[in-house]
Nanobody
Framework: QVQLVESGGGLVQPGGSLRLSCAASGSIFSINAMGWYRQAPGKQRELVAAITSGGSTNYADSVKGRFTISRDNAKNTVYLQMNSLKPEDTAVYYC??????????????WGQGTQVTVSS
């Protein structure tokens, strides 16, 4: 069994910052790509940022220069530092990870989601 547990969401004013964390636990042999997605009401889930096991990153155009994704492989944790937040960043943010278990099979896992609300 593998679990992804997110934390760090909340209410913040426009221009503020938040840091999301997502920790993976369970029967993990290795973690490959990790990422953050978001889903706003009435919209499809979209990729926000992703990071490979080697540290290569990519970002949605809408967050480039404002958000930074990072990971701590020793802690099986991925982070999303969000700066200069805008009301349009309001969404439920989901952690995603491609994890290989001890059976040497890779599966895609999702966190439960954490709400980020940007409002004055």
């Amino acid at each position: 069994q593998v679990q992804l547990v997110e934390s760090g969401g909340g209410l913040v004013q426009p221009g503020g910052s938040l840091r999301l964390s997502c920790a993976a636990s369970g029967s993990i042999f290795s973690i490959n790509a990790m990422g953050w997605y978001r889903q706003a009401p009435g919209k499809q889930r979209e990729l926000v940022a992703a990071i490979t096991s080697g540290g290569s990153t990519n970002y949605a155009d809408s967050v480039k220069g404002r958000f930074t994704i990072s990971r701590d492989n020793a802690k099986n944790t991925v982070y999303l530092q969000m700066n200069s937040l805008k009301p349009e960043d309001t969404a439920v943010y989901y952690c995603n990870a491609a994890i290989t278990g001890w059976a040497r099979k890779e599966y895609d896992y999702w966190g439960q989601g954490t709400q980020v609300t940007v409002s004055s």
